[in-house]
Nanobody, 120 residues
Framework: QVRLVESGGGLVQAGESLRLSCTAS????????MGWYRQAPGEQRELVAE???????NYADSVKARFTISRDNAKNTVYLQMNSLKPEDTAVYYC??????????????WGQGTQVTVSS
């Protein structure tokens, strides 16, 4: 069974940086697309950044030029480097991966979420 575990969240002041990581373990043949989403209380979950297996990236306009998504395929890990954090970045951040099993079926998996709080 596949499990995604996130780490790196915390409480920081505006202008500081955080680096989130998410590692998948279990029955994994390959990992395709990876992404980060976030959800603030009372808000819809939104895409923050995504990266394809080929390394193509896509960012929400609100984080572009401040956040960087990257991946380490050997470790089944996706990272999110967050610089120049703003209070509006405060949310629970979730990682997502499309994972192919050894039976060649592909499913989407979510991490447990990690809290990022940015104070003024």
């Amino acid at each position: 069974q596949v499990r995604l575990v996130e780490s790196g969240g915390g409480l920081v002041q505006a202008g500081e940086s955080l680096r989130l990581s998410c590692t998948a373990s279990g029955s994994i043949f390959s990992v395709d697309a990876m992404g980060w989403y976030r959800q603030a209380p009372g808000e819809q979950r939104e895409l923050v950044a995504e990266i394809t297996s080929g390394g193509n990236t896509n960012y929400a306009d609100s984080v572009k030029a401040r956040f960087t998504i990257s991946r380490d395929n050997a470790k089944n890990t996706v990272y999110l480097q967050m610089n120049s954090l703003k209070p509006e970045d405060t949310a629970v951040y979730y990682c997502k991966m499309s994972i192919q099993s050894f039976t060649r079926s592909t499913l989407r998996y979510w991490g447990q979420g990690t809290q990022v709080t940015v104070s003024s």
